[in-house]
């Protein structure tokens, strides 16, 4: 297939304090381009709290294999005056010019977060929609599950996680955050265009606690885990995404598993 646009990506803004810079891969980019020339609109989006408070718009060309306007693939913004304020970035790119592109979806990049006095920190982008493992969700059972794996609240050493919900759609959506082995089922509701924190330490309540959540809905979300001081969320160590929950079959046929094996030998020996 042509496409003329890539999905569109989903950043968690930064957190107090810190500054967000988003450098798009445009080497890797030039790779997906059909033909010698190109005209992209960029379009990044801010939302709070169901408002779009930003909105930035700028092109970009591409012509005999080099990049114009290169500067555009540049893009910063500063946190909030409050802390409590939770934001996400929203980056449209759409081809204006051209034969098309090989694939929608952006090559993957990381964007920076950094700070004067605290850890500065790299996260990856969410697919806005057309996520391959989501679809396979909805078909076989009709529900989006994201996890993580591995949440670990330890106040004596003074860390702890949250997790940000953010729904980039038009309509509230309600989502169930599940903590199987301590039997807890909490609803939440994300209005439209919103990010919402939850502290994992006033849900579990225990001073010291490994283990993993399940979040679910009718809806998809995007989910982000963040790994912060146990007294302060604006103080990062890491944001991480979720994974999601696998539709797919898990097994593999005999014969399948028979071949697979062969071929690692054989590697093994031309290795």
Not at 19 to 26: A, D, N, V
Request: charged share 25%.
């Amino acid at each position: 297939m042509i496409y003329n646009y890539f999905i569109p990506i989903i950043h968690l803004g930064p957190a107090f304090g810190y500054t967000y810079t988003q450098i798009l891969p445009l080497e890797r980019i030039k790779s997906i381009i059909i033909g010698k020339y190109a005209v992209f609109e960029i379009n990044r989006k801010i939302f709070l709290n169901n408002e779009l408070i930003h909105e930035k718009k700028s092109e970009i060309h591409f012509k005999n294999n080099n990049w114009l306007k290169k500067k555009t693939a540049f893009f910063e913004w500063g946190s909030f005056k409050e802390k409590k304020h939770i934001s996400y970035i929203e980056t449209q790119i759409n081809l204006l010019k051209g034969k098309g592109l090989k694939s929608a979806s952006v090559p993957g990049f990381y964007v920076n977060y950094s700070h004067p006095k605290f850890k500065n920190y790299l996260s990856c982008s969410n697919e806005k929609y057309g996520n391959p493992r989501v679809i396979s969700q909805m078909k076989h059972f009709g529900l989006w599950v994201d996890g993580y794996p591995a949440i670990n609240i330890n106040k004596n050493k003074k860390t702890t996680y949250s997790i940000i919900i953010v729904n980039p759609y038009k309509n509230q959506s309600s989502f169930t955050l599940e903590i199987s082995n301590l039997k807890i089922k909490k609803i939440v509701k994300v209005p439209a265009f919103s990010a919402k924190k939850l502290n994992m330490f006033e849900i579990i309540k225990k001073n010291n606690w490994t283990g993993q959540l399940y979040l679910y809905g009718k809806r998809r979300a995007i989910l982000y885990v963040v790994n912060h001081a146990f007294d302060d969320f604006n103080s990062v160590s890491t944001i991480e995404h979720s994974d999601p929950f696998r539709a797919e079959l898990t097994y593999v046929p005999r014969f399948q598993h028979l071949r697979n094996k062969i071929h690692k030998k054989i590697k093994m020996l031309l290795s």
